[in-house]
């Protein structure tokens, strides 16, 4: 006999599917209802590049500084990005989900500000997500 799923019901907090799973007779104290947990429906949040743009006034040092403050790299590697930014004329300092993007990129563009910078930070959508 077909099983034909008929509605959801909410069970000790615990979301399920309700199935009819045969006659009225095969009582067996669901009414004749088999149930079953549901599939989890979590999705992975989109992802943004946090990208910096080169320009030719901010110190090298400085850039360097930001990438250790904001985006927790070595200096080793913070000094690669810079030098790839820098001959490049952009590059990506981390990838996260959107909000945590725009608030870093945020924070650097103010910080870059008040240290008298022109340095330009900018999120954009990371590939798979176009
Ligand atoms: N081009 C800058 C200079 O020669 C250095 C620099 C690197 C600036 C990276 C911005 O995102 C940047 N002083």
């Known amino acids: ?10 069970v000790a907090m615990e979301r399920v599917d309700v199935v009819c799973s045969g006659p ?7 009414g004749g209802l088999a149930v079953a947990p549901a599939k989890p429906k979590l999705k992975r949040p989109p992802l943004f590049k946090v990208v910096l743009l080169n320009d030719d ?3 090298m040092e400085f ?5 250790e403050r904001f985006f927790n790299m070595n200096r080793e590697k913070a000094t ?4 790839a930014v820098h001959t490049q004329g952009k590059g990506v300092c981390g990838i996260y989900p959107r909000d945590i993007a725009e ?12 240290s008298g910078h022109p340095l330009l930070c900018e999120v954009e ?6």
């Open 80 to 83: 690669q990005v810079m030098l």
């Open 103 to 114: 608030t870093k990129a945020t924070h650097v563009n103010q910080h870059a500000r008040d």
């Open 63 to 67: 850039v360097v500084d930001i990438l």
């Open 125 to 130: 959508p990371s590939e798979d997500e176009e």
């Open 57 to 59: 006034y901010t110190p």
């Open 1 to 10: 006999m077909a099983i034909t799923q008929i509605r959801e019901k909410s």
């Open 24 to 30: 009225k007779d095969e009582e067996d104290g669901d």
